[in-house]
């Protein structure tokens, strides 16, 4: 088991001499964790074991870039660009299969890892392995509710909405 953790396209942002000049500092950060996840699998490969490994890439959250007029960063809404993350499982036995139907969630981690290794998964888990859906062509639950917790959350109007509501 390897854990790696990009924080790349945090701030500070800083240049990437592999990116071009002209590209906005966050691209060239992503860049730069691209770079550093292809590092990684050259580096299974030349240890022989990439096919015997399950990749999987995901992110714990995405960046607010300026759109609808909320600061660059996270943390301060739930609106798309916040919350929607890409989930990569690669390995040579599963089926090449692009997921959109459905919300895939980052509690569904743990349990595709133990089932991929046919190990049990606990009761106590209440996400789901994500194996099942990409062999058997069955769909992901459709929503998925999201909380947020923290003072941007309630100095944000949805927060306070919430808050008084709730």
């Known amino acids: ?32 964790a691209d770079d550093g996840i292809k590092r990684v699998v050259q580096k299974l490969d030349e240890l022989e074991i990439k096919d015997e490994t399950l990749v999987i890439i995901t992110a714990d959250h995405g960046e607010s870039l300026g759109e609808r007029e909320m600061p660059y960063g996270h943390g301060y809404n739930v609106y798309e660009e916040s919350v929607n993350v890409p989930l990569v499982l ?3 036995n599963l089926e090449r299969r ?38 058997d062509n069955s769909k992901l639950p459709e929503d998925a509710l999201t909380f947020v917790s923290g003072k941007w959350m309630i100095e944000s109007q949805i927060g306070k909405e919430i808050a008084q509501r709730d």
Not at 1 to 9: E, I, P, R, S
Not at 101 to 126: H, M, N, Q, Y
Request: charged share 20%.
């Open 1 to 32: 088991f390897l854990f790696v953790q990009f924080n790349d396209t945090h701030t500070p942002l800083t240049p990437y001499n592999r990116a071009p000049d002209d590209w906005h500092l966050y691209d060239q950060e992503v860049r730069r």
């Open 90 to 92: 690669s390995h040579p």
């Open 98 to 135: 692009r997921l959109t139907d459905g919300v895939a969630r980052i509690k569904d981690i743990a349990p595709t890892v133990l089932d991929a290794l046919s190990a049990p998964i606990p009761e106590t888990f209440t996400g789901h392995s994500l194996l099942k859906p990409v062999a």
